[in-house]
């Protein structure tokens, strides 16, 4: 590889698995090439070159572990996917093979009911694929000599207008049949939308656009060190001021305040937080907000700029607990960010990117759902007209035959407003009661129009958007989203102050640079990274995050926490033994259980490891489940609830799955 992005910008390499294929190859050293043992980078070449085949490699494994899984299905009968009309086929040279499609077919065969199509089994994921214009799938043909086989291949779905094609890769005629050119239909399962893997890309190839791309490619203290500004020495006055502080200091042990004090030293680009689950690293976080807090509202004396922070991490449900820790500690006396008995009214906090997966209790967090809200009551009549449109009588009529709740009661029972979001929510509800086409497709073409309705009216959008935002102090987004247009215009307007990434190892390198490529305006911001250790893309050698690399370089811009908050001290000591080389610390000795759990768990008796037999795992289209697990943790969580009153004792238990389709299947159990 040489350091010419125009040659990896096609998504045809990701399907091919190109630059993973060539980095095994590659054989400089007569070894298989991967990250193991790198701590620094001669060039930027050298760095693109390493990096890339990473990335290809993770996603090229999870589409093709995707596109694995739903063939399963696919020959078990349980899902089907869309059915693509064939209008021409070409192929170029050197180029992707294309397949030009019109419509989508819902012709069946007699043995397959419309229920048992994809596109009726996950109704709300299909109307997202129809929105974008890039999606990464396979396709799928019948092998008619085995009719139970299937010929497949990782493809990628575009749509611009009325152009619609499907690209696969070029050297498809060897391993599939040439008959594919005279077949009337294809069919094509979508996967993910394009959007994560390009932006990283992008990221990875513009690395030389971010000012201190020497520091990443060769972590050393003295590349970490750089001038300051003005503002810098407000905050190392603000930050005395509270680390001398009796009230501010109670909320943290030693190795916190250290952390907390190293993060705000604006001498040096990265400070570097490390430390076990329950080490208090959100802790150090909301500390580190709430130094910054007076001086994010301090305008510019040149350009009267204010300043804002950018709370970033690898997934959704971090982001999530990371908006309701920080609110919860705005809105409650003797918090950390309250902790002078003097509420912040000017701090808030916004979470920012996919509305869809922001959990109710922080609704009013969300951009995207606040400004959709005032979007809609702008347009209530036109809405209605909309509505009123494809929500018949026959289709109410029809609802009420089924005893089903239409979007109108659905508004009315979770209190909340027309919004896209609110209405994929709805339409996710009403598909896990209903597999029937006409209701679905009448709400999804109100869902359709409603969208379009938001894209005619951008700017009109795009203007509430901003005056959401204006006034907030705090955005917490995903790494991926952290790169819309929204977002960077409001940076354009106010000082980009700090940027945190929580959890930074559990995000692979060309995510970690993606604020570091896409905001590089302000010489001024310092970035600290608590986080976790991670251990993906092991098998590869792959195992090195970015955190890691700079935590070998920059020993004196790290600081380490031992003090553990979380665990019950037996439990903790089996950790500390097994991951930590017994470093890990107790931090709150005799930790005290509720009354209600001593009555059925001995305090010194609580470890509890159930194995389940083998062959009790089933798959669930691209997740899994196991019944026999699922029936024993719901058995454990009714002793314990046994003979207690649930209102006095509001989520008393929370259980904890890396599967979706296991919690759908606990989910279902324990309700039913």
């Known amino acids: 590889m040489d350091n010419n992005y125009s040659q990896y910008s096609s998504p045809m390499h990701l399907l091919s698995n190109v630059a993973f294929k060539k980095a095994i190859l590659y054989n400089s050293n007569g070894n298989r090439s991967n990250l193991t043992g790198y701590k620094k980078f001669q060039s930027v070449n050298e760095y693109q070159k390493r990096f890339f085949p990473l990335l290809q490699n993770e996603y090229y494994r999870s589409i093709a572990r995707d596109k694995k899984s739903f063939l399963y299905g696919l020959q078990d009968g349980e ?41 009726y089994r996950h109704y709300s994921d299909y109307l997202i694929f129809k929105e974008s214009s890039s999606y990464i799938g396979a396709i799928y043909m019948r092998n008619l000599d085995q009719l139970n086989d299937y010929y497949t291949s990782l493809a990628i779905f575009r749509k611009k207008d009325d152009d619609q094609h499907i690209l696969v890769p070029n050297n498809i ?148 607990d990371l908006v309701r820790k920080i609110q919860k500690n705005i809105e409650e006396q003797n918090s950390i960010i309250y902790c002078f008995n003097q509420k912040p009214d000017f701090l808030k906090v916004i979470r920012f990117g996919r509305p869809g997966l922001c959990e109710s209790d922080i609704e009013e967090n969300s951009l995207e759902i606040l400004s959709q809200k005032q979007f809609f009551q702008q347009f209530t009549n036109k809405v209605s007209q909309i509505e009123n449109k494809h929500i018949t009588e026959e289709i109410q009529n029809m609802l009420k035959t089924k005893n089903l709740m239409d979007y109108k009661e659905f508004l009315l029972i979770y209190k909340t407003q027309i919004t896209l979001i609110s209405l994929l929510n709805f339409i996710d509800d009403l598909n896990r009661q209903c597999k029937k086409p006409k209701i679905l497709n009448a709400y999804g073409k109100f869902y359709e129009e409603l ?87 092991k098998d590869y050698g792959y195992n090195r995050s970015l955190f890691e690399r700079l935590a070998d370089g920059l020993n004196q811009s790290t600081v380490q926490l031992f003090s553990q908050y979380r665990q019950m001290e037996n439990l903790a000591q089996i950790t500390s033994q097994l991951f930590y080389d017994g470093k890990l610390i107790n931090g709150i000795k005799n930790m005290q259980l509720p009354l209600w759990i001593l009555q059925k768990v001995s305090n010194k008796k609580n470890r509890l490891f159930f194995s389940a037999p083998p062959n009790t795992e089933s798959r669930d289209e691209t997740s899994r489940k196991n019944d026999l697990e699922c029936q024993a943790i719901i058995h454990l969580v009714k002793y314990l609830l046994q003979g207690l009153d649930i209102q006095e004792h509001k989520n008393p238990i929370t259980v904890i799955s890396c599967y979706a389709a296991q919690k759908k299947k606990f989910i279902t159990k324990i309700v039913g």
């Open 173 to 320: 005629f060897k391993y599939f049949p040439v008959d594919i050119l005279d077949s009337p239909f294809i069919y094509f399962q979508p996967f993910c939308p394009l959007s994560a893997y390009q932006t990283e890309t992008d990221c990875l190839f513009l690395l030389q656009q971010c000012p201190y791309f020497d520091l990443i490619l060769n972590p050393i203290e003295q590349l970490n060190q750089v001038q300051t500004s003005e503002f810098a020495q407000y905050v190392n006055e603000q930050r005395q001021y509270y680390i001398q502080n009796e009230v501010f200091k109670r909320h943290f042990n030693e190795e916190q305040l250290l952390a907390i004090k190293m993060a705000l030293d604006y001498h040096q680009r990265f400070t570097l937080i490390k430390g076990p689950p329950g080490t208090g690293k959100t802790q150090t976080i909301l500390g580190i907000i709430s130094i910054m807090a007076d001086l994010l509202v301090q305008k510019d004396k040149e350009n009267e700029k204010q300043g804002g922070i950018l709370v970033l991490a690898k997934s959704n449900s971090v982001v999530n």
């Open 79 to 119: 899902s089907f996917p869309l059915k693509l009309k064939i209008i021409t086929c070409e192929l170029e040279d050197n180029g992707p093979f294309k397949i030009n499609i019109e419509s989508e077919l819902e012709e069946l065969d007699p043995k397959i009911t419309k229920k048992s199509l994809w596109k």
């Open 451 to 537: 969208s379009q309705l938001l894209k005619t009216e951008k700017k009109i959008y795009e203007g509430i958007e901003q005056s959401q935002i204006q006034n907030c102090r705090v955005i917490v987004s995903t790494l991926n989203s952290c790169t819309k247009e929204c977002l960077r215009s409001y940076f354009e307007r106010v000082h980009f102050r700090m940027c945190i990434v929580d959890e930074a190892p559990t995000a692979l390198e060309p995510s970690q640079l993606i604020p570091m490529v896409k905001y590089t305006n302000n010489s001024e911001d310092s970035v600290a990274c608590p986080i976790v250790v991670s251990r993906e893309s």
